[in-house]
């Protein structure tokens, strides 16, 4: 059988790791907050990283998620102080999504290569993979900083291209976030979208291949594992 791709990335918070425990993170820091939080830190997180791509004012993903949270914390009349101290490495502690260890292992067990490309720093990226004990399987760990730009802007995209020598249409990538995988499939991937109950894809104009919402356990045959 010819595979349809050589290559696989895949997208890191939300994908490879669940935020549920940011949310966890989040109601141990502000009890009975925790959900509004989580959610509203993770908006302000993604809406600077979109702003500073299009206004051509990089900063790494560090530093825009401790000044997303400063947002949320006024925004929400909480204590920021207070909560940057409880919310230290929370990111880095986010746990794997229910089954993304057997898919690894099974892409492994294919000898696909896979990849993480991720908006997070690098440093934020090997310390979340370690954390949650997945640095080992992946041949690139590929880091927005590389691009100063964050997805969906199409040079970070182009660094699992460059990296693996490969033409778009010959990689794979899996995400859990709709902007995302519009995205990648807008640069030319074959995507596997991890589509989220109610979840839609935005309305960005005709792409040669559709992202393909799946569920974790039919990633592997999408990509001919």
Not at 72 to 96: I, M, N, S, V, Y
Not at 97 to 104: E, H, I, M, N
Not at 108 to 129: E, Q
Request: net charge negative; glycine share 10%; hydrophobic share 50%.
């Amino acid at each position: 059988m010819i595979r349809p791709v050589e290559a696989v990335f895949f997208d890191l918070y939300g994908t490879l790791v669940d935020l549920a425990g940011l949310e966890a993170a989040c109601e141990a820091a502000a009890p009975g907050r925790g959900a509004e939080l989580a959610v509203r830190w993770r908006a302000r997180q993604l809406e600077a990283t979109w702003l500073r791509t299009c206004m051509g004012r990089w900063a790494d993903f560090e530093q825009v998620t401790a000044e997303a949270l400063d947002v949320t914390a006024e925004e929400l009349a909480l204590d920021a102080d207070g909560l940057t101290a409880r919310l230290a490495g929370a990111w880095h502690r986010l746990q794997p999504r229910a089954g993304v260890p057997v898919l690894l292992e099974r892409l492994a067990a294919a000898r696909l290569p896979t990849g993480v490309l991720s908006n997070g720093s690098s440093a934020m990226l090997r310390a979340t993979l370690d954390g949650a004990a997945l640095t080992d399987p992946f041949a690139h760990l590929l880091s927005a900083d590389a691009a100063r730009a964050f997805k969906p802007a199409r040079a970070v995209y182009r660094l699992a291209a460059d990296a693996t020598d490969l033409p778009p249409g010959r990689i794979g990538f899996v995400t859990a976030n709709g902007w995302d995988a519009a995205g990648a499939a807008a640069f030319g991937f074959l995507v596997a979208w991890l589509q989220q109950p109610g979840g839609s894809l935005p309305a960005v104009g005709h792409v040669d291949r559709r992202p393909t919402g799946v569920t974790v356990e039919e990633v592997a045959s999408l990509f001919g594992a």
